[in-house]
């Protein structure tokens, strides 16, 4: 079975600095996708990155950037030069094919001005 | 880019009414839409696969009686949470994937729908 595993509830950041969320995840499959999402308090889901399983490559996005380890089944989000507008939960989520995602519990970012 | 339109974004309403939740892909397809339901200050959990022309498929412990799905057309799915109690109060969020996009494209997510059963 599919889980994804999300170890910290809360973290806080101080404004401009960066911060890491932990995302680990367990499956069988060895081609599936990854996501990191943000939901700020109007409850909209943002998708921030994903991944490719098959790709090597870390993806990035501006400020974002993930340490895709496929062995560890490790998926981090590193948010570069953290902003007040940053501030949200943040979902790991799995995905394999087209099927349904798994989600993690959730880091809910807090940044510091 | 693809948007996926959720109404109502919220909802009161008396114990024992049912409750009609629509989820809508305005410029795309969708063959597949998805049902989660979240709680306060947790994660998202899937209720319901929905498929258009077919059954949805409902994750273990969710009542296929209770929460209906309809998925009628290609843009169009609905949830519809019957004789509603207080317990059913939760935020529900739909998704949906576009048909013509490969596997590695994210599904869309609506806006969600605040459910307050008084």
């Known amino acids: 079975a599919q889980t994804v595993t999300q170890s910290q509830p809360e973290m806080s950041v101080q404004e401009a600095e960066t911060v890491t969320l932990s995302c680990t995840y367990d499956t069988s499959e060895s081609d599936y996708y990854l996501f990191w999402y943000k939901q700020p308090p109007s409850r909209q889901m943002i998708l921030v990155i994903r991944q490719e399983a098959y790709k090597q490559q870390n993806a990035t996005e501006n400020r974002f950037s993930v340490n895709f380890q496929k062995a560890a089944k490790s998926f981090s989000l590193k948010i570069s030069d953290s902003q007040l507008g940053d501030a949200a939960m943040y979902f790991c989520?799995?995905?394999?094919?087209?099927?349904?995602?798994?989600f993690g519990s959730g880091t809910k970012l807090n940044v510091k001005p | 880019g693809a948007v996926v339109s959720q109404h109502p974004s919220r909802v009161i309403c008396k114990s024992g009414t049912s409750v009609k939740i629509e989820c809508r892909s305005l410029?795309?397809?969708?063959?597949?839409m998805f049902w989660y339901r979240q709680f306060p200050k947790q994660s998202l959990m899937l209720m319901a696969t929905?498929?258009?022309?077919?059954?949805?498929?409902?994750e273990q412990g969710v009542e296929k009686d209770k929460f209906l799905i309809n998925h009628a057309s290609l843009t169009l799915s609905t949830l519809t949470v019957t004789s509603a109690h207080p317990e059913d109060s939760s935020f529900y969020i739909c998704s949906a994937r576009d048909r013509g996009t490969l596997s590695n494209q994210p599904q869309h997510f609506g806006d969600g729908t605040r459910l307050s059963i008084l």
């Open positions: 410029d795309f397809q969708a063959t597949t």
């Open positions: 929905s498929n258009e022309g077919s059954k949805a498929t409902y």
């Open positions: 989520a799995y995905r394999y094919n087209f099927n349904k995602f798994y």
